[in-house]
Nanobody, 127 residues
């Protein structure tokens, strides 16, 4: 059974940092892109960023570009989301996601392309 478990969320002041982790079990995703998404109260889930299977390529939503960094450790089957210069509008539940099959860069930004999702971790940024 595939499981994705996020951790590292919490309450932080604006301008602060958090590092989220997503640990996968049940299968390896070392040959697949992984994605991070978020959902704020009353809003739809949105793309945050994605990382290629090797970690050599990353892509971000414009709203987080330059502040968030995705990395991965394939030996640990874990993906990370480093969030710096946090803003109150970053407040949301953050989810990691993995596909069954490899994704193109364009597809990796689409929610529907992902088959496995974590339970989410709450990030709250106070002003």
């Amino acid at each position: 059974q595939v499981q994705l478990v996020e951790s590292g969320g919490g309450l932080v002041q604006a301008g602060g940092s958090l590092r989220l982790s997503c640990a996968a079990s049940g299968r390896t995703f070392s040959s697949h892109a992984m994605g991070w998404f978020r959902q704020a109260p009353g809003k739809e889930r949105e793309f945050v960023g994605t990382i290629s299977w090797s970690g050599g390529n990353t892509y971000y939503a414009d709203s987080v570009k330059g502040r968030f960094t995705i990395s991965r450790d394939n030996a640990k089957n874990t993906v990370y989301l480093q969030m710096d210069s946090l803003k109150p509008e970053d407040t949301a539940v953050y989810y990691c996601a993995a596909p069954r099959s490899p994704l193109t860069v364009v597809a990796a930004k689409r929610i529907a392309e992902y088959d496995y999702w974590g339970q989410g971790t709450q990030v709250t940024v106070s002003s």
